[in-house]
DNA sequence: GCGATCAGCGGCACG
DNA sequence: CGTGCCGTTGATCGC
């Protein structure tokens, strides 16, 4: 246990001094910003950074409650009346948003600082996919000759533009999982917008490991193709194991219009 | 400082008892499942929770480093060789994924118990607009009428399924933010699809509290409506203030096929 | 349990 | 700065 003057010194000296500051205790929590929220009596953990970042956690779950991003401005005050310890963020950047936790018992509280310099590196970014599948485009068919990676039109942005053996524009599009419907309806978005701004007939596929029924139904409706994409983590670097089209059968498509006949 | 040994018995301590697990040191960090990563020597904390939330914060930004969720299985033990405390989460959900958390010095290391029984109470979801908006769809244009909330179609979920004084079908898209160009063709989906289903001229309104311009340009030449959407997060509920037509003046077509005449 | 969508999404990278 | 979009997205809700 530790008294409210001692745990509001240790969130000061955390503030002052740029240290991490770490507080558990039974409190309240409020919040009022591009939504608002209010948490009954109970003991969470306070974590406040040193760049503003401000997050209270429960006991379960990954999210934090309540959060609030770098750039938050904290303060600290005893409320002598409630006897407790209340512990604010504010801040400004999307919308004036602020967080109160009022705490009325505090279990532990210190500060800590904490030294490093290292950057998270991260391997199977779609993006890396997308820069491995850019030099293997005979893994989709042959003739196929990369255009551009990451071109922006009005309409959002291609993963990758190529041009297949008889001329046509190919707009593709890379997932790291699954494609579901929305991932269909921006290639869908995206191939309308090119073969409109350049007026040729123009191909979309989409490249993902799986696909769900219901956009592989409407991607095929659309005229696209998906082509199953298989890759490996490794840890230096992703790596494309194999690509191969996959195409509903014609009996699975049940709520056609059309009658099998 | 604590000693790798203490450190290890305050996490099996954790463990053991369902407490929540902190523990702050000079660590590198090890991750490999969905995607991988790395991630070199330096000082963080490390939060563990009674469900497996295994959390790798830095000293800075919001999202933890490295993650896992609810569900994993922890381990530690003890690196003689190396002399550092290893600590492991292992999950099988969606993956195999694991997290490797070495540490070569703890600065702190305890666990806590936390008692917790309160939920959230969030106000101004997107959810509770639209249910607010259902009730006051007059505010939108005389005669709106009322058919279904969440209305689930193949191609998705609709916001608000209405008719019009003409009795056309209206699809309602409610935004709790600014609607970018996904929102549209989330709405130009819902219009195609019920259009389609139901054989009959269909409306598509969005309504947001701002929407970007080259979203808007996409909406007014798909045919669809936008309505600004003006409303309050007051702390019981929300409460929508307005909703007034807005629509792009002629002149700001300016890529627009057809000359102005 | 799967599937689609929301999130106080956050964060990044590019115009 | 906006704007689009990815994310080890996570979390929720309806089927």
Avoid: W
Avoid at 23 to 50: H, M, N, P, T, W
Avoid at 196 to 203: C, L, Q, S
Wanted: aromatic share 6%.
């Amino acid at each position: 246990m530790v008294s409210l003057e001692e745990a509001k010194k240790a969130v000061g000296e955390a503030l002052n001094c740029g240290r991490l500051a770490l507080l558990i205790g039974r409190c309240r929590v409020f919040y009022e910003g591009r939504a608002a929220s209010k948490l009954s009596e109970g003991d969470r953990l306070l974590v406040i950074k040193q760049d503003g970042t401000f997050l209270v956690h429960q006991a379960t779950k990954m999210h934090a409650i309540n959060y609030q991003g770098p750039g938050s401005r904290i303060s600290v005050r005893i409320d002598e009346g409630e006897n407790a310890l209340v512990v604010s963020s504010q801040r400004t950047k999307p919308l004036l948003e602020r967080i109160d936790v009022k705490f009325f018992e505090v279990h532990f509280a210190d500060s800590f600082h904490l030294r490093d310099d290292e950057k998270l590196k991260l391997f199977g970014s779609e993006r890396e996919l997308s820069e491995l599948l850019m030099q293997d485009l005979h893994l989709i068919e042959p003739g196929l000759f990369p255009l551009k990676q990451e071109s922006d039109i009005r309409k959002g942005t291609i993963d990758i533009l190529a041009e297949d053996f008889r001329h046509r524009l190919v707009v593709i599009e890379v997932k790291r999982r699954e494609a579901g419907l929305d991932a269909v309806t921006q290639l869908a978005r995206y191939v309308d917008e090119v073969s409109k701004r350049k007026d040729k007939a123009t191909r979309g596929i989409m490249c993902a490991p799986t696909i769900t029924p219901n956009a592989l139904r409407m991607l095929e409706r659309e005229g696209l193709e998906y082509f199953r994409l298989d890759y490996e983590i490794g840890n230096p670097s992703a790596r494309i194991r194999g690509l191969e089209k996959k195409q509903k059968a014609l009996h699975e498509f049940n709520d056609s219009k059309e009658p099998n006949t």
